[in-house]
């Protein structure tokens, strides 16, 4: 109905049209009167609950100033997201996967500080504190391959990740999958699946879909007539130590090099498997003696590299075809952890610490098609040597896993540093001379 105001303002003499135009009118303006007042309604029920959420939370001022700076990112055009073309072919791939802020979390209100603008690019929101004590952002943003928001799922990262190194295998190609960073940023949970229960599902991970399509490719042509076999290992680095996870007692194996720079592991149990539900098998075996399941800070695996590779041999010929190895990485926190007490641990510590670096180093070495690799630096890149050498016939990807939260902030800033310097050369050696 029309509201008294107009009704009033209406003379008598108009036309049928005109009436009906200011009927028309006064609707409209209804409307807007209504859309108004929904409207301020909406950001008056916004700013409350706002209110709700900062009111207790001893970080407010970060949550708010986070949120300014969203929005502000957000009214920016983002980047034309052409990772996909610019990532094809690259023999060094490097990607981030941020995970979801965990249950425990959102109880305990943890600040989310992560925010991913598109798929290669992400800004890192670091509280810091003037010297007259009043805090403001710093927002460091960085750029890789690939970017993964909470929101991607296991096989999302799969696809971008070590599914198109499978094709890469089956041609003769030696490939590496790394999961990098900070203890229970998901590195597990993206390599070996996820955990519905306190089992993990196996067929959810990185390794399981590799495990399919490998199987899935070896029936295809050109690749079934040429009796390939298949074969798995799964061993543990844990400091200098190697252990057998395919073995009853995780018995301790040696590494050599022989006089032709080959290295071995003495006795690393290799099992022949004919379908997934093989390597499945072998899996859910491994784990279960990695003193595996969720890591805690303090659980052993998290201070152990965990490597599962697939082999494929050429049976006519009775040698190594391709292998993909995928990593499961120590918790890369123990780097900067020299304040504990127990002498061990800071041992351990430093050990874990000198491997990244040294393949870091390596895979940069790759990057520059340097003949020098620095591979005996440490137990890891040195049993990992045949997939570093090779020139074109290696390619490798690491995935840098990041914890959302405000009190992983430092650690999440330190993985995407190191990932970063891992990237820089990869560019390069990629651009012309
Ligand atoms: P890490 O192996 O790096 O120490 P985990 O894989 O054990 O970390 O993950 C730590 C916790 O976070 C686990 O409870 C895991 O289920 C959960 N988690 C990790 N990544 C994700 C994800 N992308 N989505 C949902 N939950 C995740
Ligand atoms: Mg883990």
Redesign the pocket.
Known sequence: SLSPGLATATPRQLTPSVREDQLNQADKMRKERERRREMQLRTRQEREQVKREDAGNPNWEIAKMIRVQRVQLENQPAKSGTAGDRVKGHQIVVCVRK??L?RKELTDRELDVVSVLSKDTLVVHEPRKHVNLVKFLENHSFRFDYVFNEDCSNATVYEFTARPLIKHIFDGGMATCFAY?Q???????TMGG??PGSQQSSMDGIYGMAARDVFATLKTAPYNSRKLSVSCSFFEIYGTRVYDLLMPGKPQLRVLEDGNQQVQVVGLTQNPVKNTGDVLELLEMGNSVRTSG??SANSKS?RSHAVFQIVLRSETKDQLYGKFSLIDLA?NERGADNSSADRVTRLEGSEINKSLLVLKECIRALGRQSSHLPFRGSKLTQVLRDSFIGGKKVKTCMIA?ISPGLHSVEHTLNTLRYADRVKELSVESMAPK
């Open positions: 995970r979801p965990r960073g203890t229970g940023s998901g590195k597990t949970h996820k955990f969720h890591t998290s918790g896993m």
